[in-house]
């Protein structure tokens, strides 16, 4: 299957808010949630993409003509690309019937391994959720990243010790989720966690902590201060709050100010190996992508998810070579232009 | 009722010139007047819409689980927002047949003080509107500030003279009036007032006074030297002059220069918690919102008022715990970004 | 008439290419020449146009309520308003069959002075047009300025002379006429002028010269040194030379240079009082206007002129109120605001 | 034929994916590859495009009437303007069926001869485009520039016997290729080239070598110091990497980098005489200009590719005479604006 054919197919299987559109860049689902919309006035994704977009790239073709490799090291293990696949859950609140969240766990997993990537799995208010994606992540060798929303104290602990069970090579909180319109009044109840909070539930778990949800240096800072090995400069893809800046506006001025402390990882609205490529120049080590995951596991199930992280790797690699990155270390500020 | 109900319900009722948008952005009334339009090419009040758009907000969640507070106290009274309904008049001319200046206000005091706001009251030609307007004040306890436009000084005392007994906590006076279109030529006479005119009415009440229509750092001067408590940082909407900037851009000079020796209001444009929250951040003690009151009232009534500042206030509750402000002292200009 | 009802007269006379817009930005005409559009890809006229809509007006109403003066004294001469209707030629080609360049110029120069300005009038090939506009300016107490084309030495003395009995108050030169595609390879040839050319030009004639189509810092201090008493910023529309720079943008820069030893007009894109007040604003001593000036008089002959004219001035009237200026002079830098 | 009709010829011949657009912009055949669309998202060639429309001209028309000259010199040849036509390549893959790549370097020669220009001509897979299109050139008296892609280095090596005896006044190599989707894995293989690989094959050819695709002072200073005697500032019209800025934005660097040690030609978007002036005015010695001969070929042959050039070089010699140049050497960079 083509790109261009899975993203045909999911079109029949997304339900009715998603438009499987080639590339999502947050127009023609703008505010609609329950959907894939951001909040209010719905431009929070469209922002992200946006951010992308006004980078230029730094063509340099006189170079040596060697191999580029796009592999990396996150946690003590090897991947293809410097590539997640986000959290995403509700999928049938968001995307229609086809799939549960422990239907598209159990698919996205073991594709996103085979394809030489971890997914990040999304958490639920039903315990099920949790279940299924450490049970389906131990079932692929720990490769996945389970995610807790920042519920009250009990609950994470004990989504926490799940978690442990499942030899995830990390764990991490989406812990802007408090703005999520869903979990507004419900049971366990979420919210906003203090730096000692989080301090707390990092030291509870012998795994690498990643947070997730971060938009300014005073964030990191707070997250770093807390104990994370990672933070996730993120708005949740605008669904959290109306009118955040794009998440490529933030990242360079968070990395100058955390310096190499705490691996960063970006998402919102990275549709491309450009984009990828954009993200590691401005200071990122890693990017999650979400939506366009989601498109291509319901139109190709695991072939999608294949033919997705292909298509981004070998755009990555393309860009790359064209501007004379061999390794991703190698990718540089001077690479990229900035208005 | 929904917010998006009343909408629907207010397009049956606003006559022809308001098409009740759902975000009230000034683009479908453009240039028509009469009707909500602005002057000459109607771009008056798109300019204020997209003045707040370009501001962002700094997430940061990493904060403690605690009770958000959006009361202020403003002249001794408590509000349980920063929001007060906005002066508008000429019912009939602007909105359609349904209500007079009179029912208008009947209605809409009341609603406000229910919904733990106050409501600022127009003023007109006819002599009526004043007096039922602060009868109307009167029997809500003084929850209300009526505007008087700036006629001819006999008038001026003589309305004074009606609202020293209303018991109104306030009382303002949009001196940029003198640009409307449909005060031109009129008896009473409506113009400009210098410094010292305008001082020698504020003290002939004794009262705080708002000057209304203030958009330059001099404006803001000439009204605090005048004895102004309070003045509200507007161009009438784009009403009485062709070509100014948006509020939000003339907003943060204003503070810088007035320092905290008189109360900011900021109207024009101000559509929804995430931009009083900007208001705020930019200097504002309160915003007041206009139209969308009036479209709320046509929709829905007394209720309808109520759901508009309940959302407003819940989106302002939002915007707040997502950005670390607990109370409305704590939004700080840190938490936005401008451009 | 109201000036909406001589723009619907207007578009059934002004021939195939104007589209007779109620306000005319240069878009619905854009590259069509023959016609009143500009030369290449068409948005010389935008530019212009928008150039002025990126200024803003800063409103301030605490001022003393006394009458405002628009009136103006150029070359010893009272006008009532800062506007002068720009030079027009080849109407038959540009705007139908209705006016020859004659009919037309024997309608506007009385309209004007009717009105209380001063036109500018065109010149052309034909010998008649320059004939007739001096006689007509003759008639008219000398109530206009004729403009001509930078032609071979011999023919402009010639035109100088007719120019000379024609008592008009001052004349012009297009200076950048050499750009006009329908000049090109034409008797009599017309082409640059350069610095001492024209001093010997103005040498030759005893009346204030105006030089037209100064568009740099550089040109403006030519024109001063070659004798000119006034030029006017223009880009003649965008009509001689794609891609240049809206005059709005040019025009502070080349007062601040020039200093106050030669009057400044400006024309391009000026379509309202407002813009008359930030061209005032940013340096010029008075405005030229084109395009509107033959919509009106197609429209409304005599009549439409004088609606024109009064809409204009009645717009900055208001704007100077509404900005605290009471005279011409007293419109200062300080009161637009330039991004 | 004017330009208008040749145009309307082109788009009977040129295909499925040309338009034959009157002004080449890059909007209509957008991402479609094959065909003249950019990579990606497709928006190389807008911003290429864009980048010279955001760049305004000083017009000065007080100056001397005297002849303006379009000459240049280049590698000892005088030519009529500063216009090279752009090498392309794969015709009928692009383009349709109507000319193979020998049948349109074949017309193309000759015709640039004829307009007083020279072409570059492309390169491709099969050994036959270069030996035809050096017996072209070596018919029109080396009036031709062929280009060389990066293919490994016995390819070049034999490529270049053949430019040797072909008496072609240069030869050019467009070491940004490897990008191009069309290369990618075929036989024979190309890729970058180290700036020591380039050295050595500059060494091999005793005439003006020109490295085509930089967009880099980096770049720059690598093709100088391996020997070229002419850059070409170019991004492959967009196709050979998304996200590369406009070329008008990273040339006046580069110019300013490299001082006057290498000649620097510039492509990407240049449409008009004017946009010529400007790349004049930001340093450059000459541009290539690709597309828009295609279409003036494939709507009127040889005369096609007359009128184009003819057209071209009048809008630039208009551009002088109205900016105030009378030679190349005279175009300054003070006589245009940047933002």
Known sequence: MTYQEIMEEARKNVGPYCK????????????????????????GAI?????????TLNMDTITENKPVSTQTEVFGETFEFPIFAAPIGAMKLHYGDKYSDMEYNDILIPACKNAGIAAFTGDGMAPEVMVAATEAIRRNE?????????????TILSKLEQIKESKA??????????GLPFLKNQTPPA??????ELAEIIQSIDKPFIVKGIMT??????????????????NHGGRVLDGCPGTAEVLPEIRAAVGEKVEIFVDGGI???????????????????????????????????????????EELRDTMMMCGAYSLDEI???MIRRK
Chains 1, 2, 3, 4 share one sequence.
């Open 47 to 55: 922002k992200n993409y946006n951010s992308w977009q006004k980078i």
């Open 191 to 196: 919210g906003c966690k203090s730096e000692m």
């Open 142 to 154: 720990g490769f996945g990243i389970p995610t807790v929303k920042p519920w009250d104290k009990d």
């Open 332 to 334: 540089s500020g001077d």
């Open 217 to 234: 240096v005073k964030g990191a800072a707070k997250a770093r201060r807390a104990g994370a090995k990672a933070i996730v400069v993120s």
């Open 20 to 43: 499987a559109c080639l590339v999502c860049d947050g127009r023609a689902c703008r505010n609609q949630m329950p959907g894939p919309g951001a909040k209010g006035l719905g431009e």
């Open 271 to 313: 549709r491309s190996g450009g984009d990828i490529f954009k993200a590691l120049a401005l200071g990122a080590d890693a990017v999650l992508i979400g939506r366009p995951f989601v498109t291509a596991l319901y139109g190709g199930g695991s072939e999608g998810v294949k033919v997705l992280v292909d298509k981004l790797g």
């Open 169 to 178: 090579l990390a764990v991490a909180m989406d812990i802007d989720s408090a």
